[in-house]
């Protein structure tokens, strides 16, 4: 069976700090990749959606990356966290071959002090 | 663009009681729509998914949903909740058509009363 994977889940970090969340999918291969951002009452924001390693399509404009180094790991980082980064993080997957449902990993509480 | 819309916020019911989550959408052709459930601090948990044919689907949890094109509908319920099922719900369908991307409602946060 599928797994996905979220490390850290928890992270506390200053601003103008650097950040590396990471995502990995276990039992599936060429998955869709996705991050999103949830704030408190807004929902899921998409960040960033992979089709495959080295292709990453960004959603918003934003402080954030993201790279997909291997088939089944998605890396979101930042160079200088703001603030406005706080929230909680959400990793997903989806099969590859479209208009199926995504499954979640158990998200990672970023707080930017 | 598609839009996918939740118009309650809270609810709150009784442990017993029925219950009925609503979720509008907004799209041309026919669409896929899912609703997932998320406890607090964590991820999201698939309940069900609509894709073609039997308009009333069953899913997990003992909950089921009914799309309604003639209402661009999707309703979550559930005839008799229990204090577990308290948590968000939310309601989602793809962004445009040939995407693999999905647009989530709001979510709505159910509080079950004993």
């Known amino acids: 069976s599928q797994t996905i994977h979220q490390w850290p889940a928890t992270l506390v970090q200053p601003v103008g700090s650097p950040l590396s969340l990471e995502c990995t999918v276990e039992?599936?291969?060429?998955?869709?990749l996705y991050w999103y951002r949830q704030a408190a009452g807004r929902g899921l924001q998409l960040l960033f959606y992979s089709v495959g390693i080295g292709q990453i399509s960004s959603e918003v404009p934003q402080n954030l990356s993201a790279s997909r180094p291997q088939d089944r790991q998605f890396i979101l980082s930042s160079k200088k966290l703001l603030l406005s980064d706080s929230g909680f993080y959400l990793c997903?997957?989806?099969?590859?071959?479209?208009?199926?449902?995504?499954?979640f990993g158990p998200g990672t509480r970023l707080t930017v002090t | 663009a598609q839009s996918v819309t939740q118009p309650d916020i809270h609810i709150t019911v009784s442990e017993g009681a029925s219950l009925e989550l609503r979720c509008n959408y907004s799209?041309?052709?026919?669409?896929?729509l899912f609703w997932y459930v998320q406890s607090p601090g964590q991820g999201l948990q698939l309940l069900l998914k609509?894709?073609?044919?039997?308009?009333l689907v069953q899913g997990i949890k003992g909950f089921e949903a009914e799309f309604k094109r003639s209402q661009s509908s999707f309703n979550l319920r559930k005839p008799s909740v229990h204090w577990s099922d308290a948590a968000e719900y939310f309601c989602?369908?793809?962004?445009?058509?040939?995407?693999?991307?999905?647009?989530f409602g709001t979510g709505t946060r159910l509080q079950v009363f004993p």
């Open positions: 989602a369908g793809p962004q445009s058509y040939n995407t693999d991307k999905l647009i």
């Open positions: 609509y894709f073609s044919g039997d308009t």
């Open positions: 997903a997957w989806s099969p590859s071959r479209g208009g199926d449902e995504q499954y």
């Open positions: 799209y041309g052709a026919t669409p896929y």
């Open positions: 039992g599936t291969s060429n998955p869709n």
